[in-house]
């Protein structure tokens, strides 16, 4: 794709130090510091502020050091990456990092200083030369790079646009992430969809001709067997129920489950995640002709559950119940379900959380536990089994869009679990945004949620 490289350079003499300092940490600095250091940090008022930063000259005037602002406890609570706001303000060349004790804290600000370097630049702008970081030999650095590559993978398939990024584009994505890991890819199309019992994926992608698809890519190996399963909507008109046009203008992003669990994939498989690796990706358009899906029409996915449609703007939990389906048939020892799907979700957390669902409390605490270690900021949601009522139509086993408009993102999470024979399962209702650029983090395409559940994996799956 098209963003820049995200890895450490290599180690040289020549590196210059970034001594990280918090603010209470500055004065004892200051005391070994030389004269002409003190008299310039006194003149340009540094204080080690979350996210000041100054370059120090040596005698030829050439920059020999960088002072980084690492803040207060209560500051870096509320901020990420802090330090990849110094990293994108420092002139091209080569640094180290001096002063971060805590591992996690290393490798947190570690990740985002590369992730600092990202840039989408498919169709405009170039590659700038960069501030490049030297791995703390403490690091785990193959780890972090391949966080970083995964997170690339994701943020360029979202901000993609869809006139060239459709279900075939995500097909090739998917395939070329297969032959460059030992992947098997196996994907399923447009009519076959109905003789291979996958009716919801092609009902819904079947008004566009963007043909619809089901993308089956699995990882040889041993161990517990994942199955991650991500919702391809490369482009949501709403269908019949047609969206206005500002609801529209971002749906380019609704494949972003998919881009998600496409970057984590590249995560696990990367890292070395003793797992039998499976995904799974309903691409689709929703789009509108005479072939459209209607209101009103009852469907039979592929479990045999019925399907009242009451809005065809609900189509994400269509086509991932029939690719849930599919995935439960393999009893799998976890599901993991990713779709940029509710509204209602993010008027309840907003962008920036990712709001989970879990079968298993114990997935869930060890999910929270591994967000808060890697900084990646998830918020459980239940499963409130009182609510099933609202999905229950009467005229059909489920309804798609249950009226009144309560609960939104809770209805869609019970729905989904419905194709899942009750195995263990983790379901995430993301926005895959960033609408505001942030540390490492710039306005567009985002992941969400994946470095948490690779955090937490081991754990969940007893590795």
Sequence with gaps: MSSTALTFAASTADAIPVHVLAEDALEAWLDTAPAAWRTLIKMQGFAAKLGQSLLLPGPDGVTEAVLAGYGTSDARARKRFALAAVAGKLPAGVYSLSGLEEADALAEESL????????????????????RLVA??????????????GEALTRDLINTPANDMGPEELETVAQTLADDTGATCHVTRDEDLLSENLPLIHTVGRASPRRPRLIDLRWPGSG???????????????GLNLKP???????????GGAATVLGLARMIVSTGLPVQLRVLIPAVENAVSGSSFRPGDILTARNGLTVEINNTDAEGRLVLADALSLASEDDPDLIVSMATLTGAARVAVGPDLAPFYATDPAHASVLAAAATVVRDPVWQMPFHTPYEAMIEPGIADLDNAPSGGFAGSITAALFLKRFTKDLPYLHFDIYGWQPTAAPARPKGGVGQGARAILEGLPKMLGL
């Design 136 to 149: 703390d030999p403490r690091l785990d650095a193959a780890r972090i790079e391949a966080i970083a590559a």
């Design 224 to 238: 517990p067997r994942l199955t991650l399963v991500g919702k391809g909507v490369c482009f949501d008109t709403g």
């Design 245 to 255: 046009g500002g609801s529209m203008g971002l749906m380019k992003k609704d494949m």
């Design 112 to 131: 985002g200083w590369l992730l600092s370097g990202y840039t989408f630049q498919r169709y405009a702008g170039k590659a700038k030369d960069l501030a």
